[in-house]
């Protein structure tokens, strides 16, 4: 069964780099014919997903922060990343790593257990 | 991007009641529709998808209805461990968008 887990820096400051990474365990990343996504959440919010990759490399993101997203996956450590550019305290949030079904496409039916990331001088 | 509008955004309820909640798209998704629960401190995880099939797990209190534009949540018999928030989630269209949430209190 394939497990997630997020890891990265828990304050990162305004107009820096905000970067995580997601270990991915129970299954290989690079023959795993799902997306790799990421998700974050508002202080006491709803949901946002930030956008995604296939193990081909290809990518979709969120146009509403297409801009400032970068994701990646490195086969090698079978982990994925993500990295958001010229963050402001409006990128403080819970940040989600999960995987799309197979089956069901757009449903992500695995996440990790989210890491705290606050934006703050 | 697909708009989704929940309601109510919360509700209180108590043990044995049946609960239902809406989810309104902003145009047809036919049944690409998928339902989570949060609990405080805790990843959502999917109770239903494709707008009624229940999750491999999820007790069968939890019923999911709809296509197109209105879905339904129903929890027939509301259990102490269901208190959560619930948001629908669209798959039709990339950005995948969620829902405000309702916040099912006691």
């Not at chain 1, 990343?81 to 402001?88: A, E, F, I, R």
């Not at chain 2, 955004?9 to 049944?31: H, K, P």
């Not at chain 2, 027939?76 to 968008?97: I, M």
Request: proline share 4%; glycine share 10%.
């Amino acid at each position: 069964q394939v497990q997630l887990q997020e890891s990265g820096p828990g304050l990162v400051k305004p107009s820096q780099t905000l970067s995580l990474t997601c270990g991915v365990s129970g299954a290989s990343i690079s023959n795993h014919g799902s997306y790799w996504t990421w998700i974050r959440q508002h202080p006491g919010k709803g949901l946002e997903w930030i956008g995604h990759i296939y193990n081909s490399g290809s990518t979709y993101y969120n146009p509403s922060l297409k801009s400032r997203v970068a994701i990646s996956v490195d086969t090698s450590q079978n982990r994925f990343s993500l990295k958001l550019t010229s963050v402001t305290v409006a990128d403080t949030a819970v940040y989600y790593c999960a995987t799309e079904s197979m089956a069901v496409t757009g449903l992500m039916d695995v996440w990790g257990q989210g890491t705290t990331v606050t934006v703050s001088s | 991007a697909i708009q989704l509008t929940q309601s109510p955004s919360s509700l209180s309820a108590s043990v044995g009641d049946r609960v239902t909640i809406t989810c309104r798209a902003s145009q047809d998704i036919n049944s690409d529709l998928a339902w989570y629960q949060q609990k405080p401190g805790k990843a959502p995880e999917v109770v239903i998808y494709d707008a009624s099939r229940l999750k491999n797990g999820v007790p069968s209190r939890f019923s999911g209805s709809g296509s197109g534009t209105d879905f339904t949540l129903t929890i027939s018999s509301l259990q102490p461990e269901d208190f959560a928030t619930y948001y629908c989630q669209q798959s039709k269209n990339y950005p995948l968008t969620f829902g405000g949430g309702t916040k099912v209190e006691i």
